[in-house]
Nanobody, 127 residues
Framework: QVQLVESGGGSVQAGGSLRLSCVVS?????????MGWFRQAPGKEREGVAS???????RYADSVKGRFTFSKDSATNACYLQMDSLKPEDTAMYYC????????????????????WGQGTQVTVSS
């Protein structure tokens, strides 16, 4: 059973930083996995924020490019999202997701491209 647990959310002022962590358990080999971070604000659809595929390439949503950085630690089955220069519009529940056996190895920012999800961690940015 694959499980994901996020942590690191919180409340910050605009311009501040947070680092989200996601630990994946139940996955014996993540070398081919695609991992991603998504977020969902109240009343809005879940949207992709950042992703890394087995190819090693990373993809970011335009709204976070230059501010967020995705990193992955294959040895510990963990991934991280460093969020800098946070804005009030970044306020949302943030979710980690994984697809252990993607058909293709690139990054992806669509919900349908992932099989397992964490419970989320709340990020609130005040102006």
């Amino acid at each position: 059973q694959v499980q994901l647990v996020e942590s690191g959310g919180g409340s910050v002022q605009a311009g501040g930083s947070l680092r989200l962590s996601c630990v994946v358990s139940g996955l014996t080999d993540n070398s081919s996995a695609r991992m991603g971070w998504f977020r969902q604000a109240p009343g809005k659809e879940r949207e992709g924020v950042a992703s890394v595929g087995s190819s090693g390439f990373t993809r970011y949503a335009d709204s976070v490019k230059g501010r967020f950085t995705f990193s992955k630690d294959s040895a510990t089955n963990a991934c991280y999202l460093q969020m800098d220069s946070l804005k009030p519009e970044d306020t949302a529940m943030y979710y980690c997701a994984v697809n252990p056996w993607p058909v293709w190895g690139g990054p992806a920012l669509f919900v349908v491209d992932y099989s397992y999800w964490g419970q989320g961690t709340q990020v609130t940015v005040s102006s």
